[in-house]
């Protein structure tokens, strides 16, 4: 092994020691250009790009729709390449991106998320630079300002985001309108709604907590709310502690929506998938998630538009004598394109994410209905209310807070999620929920 193999090895342990066993994965071998046949005679050799991505058709199905229109553009304009897609639900991946990285065998295009989940990928050199795309004629100045730093480590660029997003809470508007629930404003009537709902036999929220992340969203607006933004982003970074009083008490609020029967039976032992369909199919009346869904109440023609038409969203309410801000929003740039630093066909791969995120940029709005990080002028566009007026609100936020599992270092991420599936079950008081925060942040890895 040679060592700058070893040296990747060793710098990756920390995400590889998360990974599962019994995921695999095959590279398929690519061709170049023929370089030495002359300019006028050249016959482009035969080029296959690897592209592992999740949206599967099930549950993302206008973003998976625009993925493949894109290849297939792609494909049209350069008939030597091939590409080949592997689409895996979001859990499913970032498993297996740990399982291939640990040979060194990544998809030549794939997904990654910001920040410290991107770092040890970066660390270990296995992402490649894309500041000359970045800086590029199709993408120079199209990004909406601060969606590239996210994915910037040591001042150059490693994936380029395609999504911005935030989460609000959906709402069923015919569930609200039969136990004649007004949209709450304050978290005192936030709760008195979950208690109408419960008391007549309606799953106030949906929730699918085995995936972990989903009930994080929970604790971060309930810190926010509570402690403040900036509380909760310096105990994330570890210049601060999740030990503080405000931040301890969002836990605890946590488990308090348990003890009032707020979110769906069983909601730890199901995905998310599993935990949106209680929204989906009406059997609960709220759920908060990211703008990535608003596909599935705007465009998505496999939606019964009577369904559609039901959904409204609102801010997480404030707390009284809290010290967040009602414009506060958990979100961000949402996952980015990388190219594996060692894929055989690293030029051509480039070149595709390149087209792709400029095309995404273009074609996402109205076709997947989704938010770019991209530059889109909607002025001419008609576009459902309910995807304008969550724009308007991203445009409007007073700030926006990274997801903490993206936010943190691999280890003290793990040790999050493993710690909000124990908060949501009552496995942990809100102070060991506290404590173990402060030892993985503490420990910087």
């Known amino acids: 092994m040679s060592k700058n193999k070893v040296t990747k090895a060793l710098v990756l342990s920390s995400v590889l020691a998360l990974a599962l066993t019994g995921c695999g994965g095959t590279k398929s071998s690519s061709g170049t250009k023929d370089e030495g046949a002359s300019p006028t005679a050249a016959v482009e050799k035969k080029v296959t790009i690897n592209m592992m991505h999740l949206w599967p058709a099930g549950s993302s199905a206008q973003q998976n729709k625009l993925v493949s229109q894109i290849i297939d553009d792609y494909q049209k304009e350069h008939t030597n390449v091939t590409i080949k897609q592997e689409v895996l639900e979001n859990e499913q991946y970032k498993n297996k991106l740990k399982v291939l990285s640990a040979s060194n065998k990544l998809p030549d295009v794939g997904i990654t998320w910001a920040a410290g989940f991107m770092e040890p990928y970066v660390k270990g050199g296995l992402f490649a630079p894309l500041d000359d795309i970045l800086g590029g004629t199709q993408l120079k100045d199209k990004f909406v300002a601060g969606t590239t730093e996210a994915y910037s480590v040591d001042g150059k660029t490693y994936a380029l985001p395609i999504e911005l997003n935030i989460s609000p809470i959906y709402y069923n508007k015919a569930i609200f309108e039969k136990y004649k629930l007004q949209v709450p404003t304050t978290y005192d009537e936030f709760k008195n709604v979950v208690k109408t709902l419960a008391d007549n036999g309606v799953a106030p929220i949906a929730l699918g907590n085995k995936d972990r992340w989903t009930g994080s969203l929970w604790y971060m607006y309930l810190a926010d709310r509570i402690a403040g933004s900036d509380t909760l982003k310096k105990a994330t970074e570890g210049s601060g502690s999740f030990d503080d009083p405000g931040l301890i008490k969002a836990a605890a609020e946590v488990q308090t929506l348990v003890d009032m029967n707020g979110f769906n039976k069983g909601f730890n032992g199901l995905s998310n998938d599993e935990g949106k369909s209680e929204f989906m199919n009406e059997k609960a009346a709220m759920y908060l998630m990211g703008t990535w869904e608003l596909p599935n109440f705007t465009t998505n023609p496999d939606i019964p538009q009577e369904f559609k038409d039901k959904v409204g969203f609102f801010k997480f309410p404030t707390v009284d004598g809290g010290k967040g801000n009602i414009n506060s929003w958990v979100g961000g740039p949402g996952v980015g394109l990388f190219v594996a630093e ?104």
Not at 380 to 409: G, H, R, W
């Open 342 to 445: 060692d894929s055989k066909v690293k030029e051509e791969a480039k070149a595709f994410v390149e087209y792709f995120v400029s095309k995404w940029g273009e074609d996402s709005v109205t076709t997947a209905g989704v938010i770019p990080a991209t530059k889109v002028d909607t002025s001419k566009t008609d576009l459902p209310q309910l995807y304008v007026d969550l724009l308007n609100e991203l445009n409007n936020a007073s700030s926006i807070t990274l997801f903490a599992d993206v936010q943190m270092k691999p280890n003290a991420a793990q040790v999050h999620l493993d710690m909000i599936q124990a908060l949501f079950g009552k496995v942990v008081t809100p102070e060991q929920f506290a404590a173990k925060h402060k030892e993985a942040v503490e420990k910087g890895n």
